[in-house]
């Protein structure tokens, strides 16, 4: 798919993110071809200094939006339009080299796990996204750390595997990881499900100044407090379609 370059006119799109008309199903092969709906022709458009919360009961659609965006899950039609270094790429139909450079440089995101990977420590996982960048280890070691510090985890665990931390703590981890390095797009996938308010509020915290760098937010939260304290909308994907259609 061809990328096209970003018009420099006062028409100028001022979307970092365009949703349209995209389209997901889900279809069982082992249970004879049952096709599930879960988006059907939604169109959206996301801003840059924005907060935007999926709402939806369990089952609406909202992690499966965030990995659409993200590039995980292919998108059946439709278009997910992103503005990357200035020109206007599409994730639906992207090649892995530039789903890897949106990743890289213009979409963050925080799932609900952290991927551990073993022999590996804590602070270089979550400086892992610095390093991508080409920041200077030193550097990006120090941004490391003083995250850390801020997101409660003690100095004793910075060097070990985060494979044996707890649920709370290896969230903490994929969030330093997360926010280490400035998005203009962040996907966040109910980051805050496992930690103690003091770490909820540190989250905030970080929510807020990544909002006042102007980036754009985009998150699942099931807290209402949440909701209340840094988003600008929130969009319920309830009244999306979620349809089984068996085949004929
Ligand atoms: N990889 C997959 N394969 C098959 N079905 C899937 C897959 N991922 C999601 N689904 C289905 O798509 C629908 C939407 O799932 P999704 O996880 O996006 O919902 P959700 O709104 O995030 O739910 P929750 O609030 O429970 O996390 C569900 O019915 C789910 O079973």
């Not at 879960?38 to 909202?62: Q, T």
């Not at 892995?96 to 213009?106: G, K």
Request: proline share 7%; net charge neutral.
């Amino acid at each position: 798919m061809k990328d096209l370059p970003m018009p420099n006119t006062p028409d100028t799109p001022s979307w970092i993110l365009n949703l349209e008309k995209i389209e997901k199903d889900f279809v069982f092969h082992h249970q004879q071809g049952t096709r599930m709906t879960v988006f059907n022709g939604f169109s959206h458009r996301f801003y840059p200094g924005n907060a935007a919360i999926l709402s939806g009961p369990s089952g609406s659609g909202k992690s499966t939006l965030l990995r659409m965006i993200y590039g995980t899950y292919k998108t059946e039609s439709g278009h997910i339009r992103v503005r990357h270094q200035g020109r206007q790429v599409d994730v639906a139909g992207a090649s892995p080299a530039l789903i890897y450079a949106l990743r890289r440089d213009t979409i963050g995101y925080v799932s609900q796990f952290l991927r551990v990977v073993p022999r590996v420590s804590a602070l270089d996982t979550v400086i892992e996204p610095l390093l991508a960048r080409g920041v200077a280890p030193e550097q990006a070691a120090d941004a490391g750390r003083t995250l850390l510090e801020r997101l409660h985890i003690p100095s004793t665990m910075w060097h070990l595997s985060a494979t044996t931390f707890s649920g709370g703590e290896q969230q903490r981890i994929n969030l330093a990881r997360g926010f280490i390095a400035p998005y203009p797009i962040l996907l966040l996938d109910e980051p805050t499900a496992s930690l103690d308010l003091k770490n909820r509020e540190t989250v905030i915290q970080l929510i807020m100044e990544a909002l006042k760098n102007n980036t754009c937010v985009i998150g699942v939260f099931h807290d209402p407090a949440d909701h209340r304290s840094f988003a600008d909308q929130v969009i319920d994907l309830s009244t999306q379609p979620c349809q089984e259609n068996l085949p004929s």
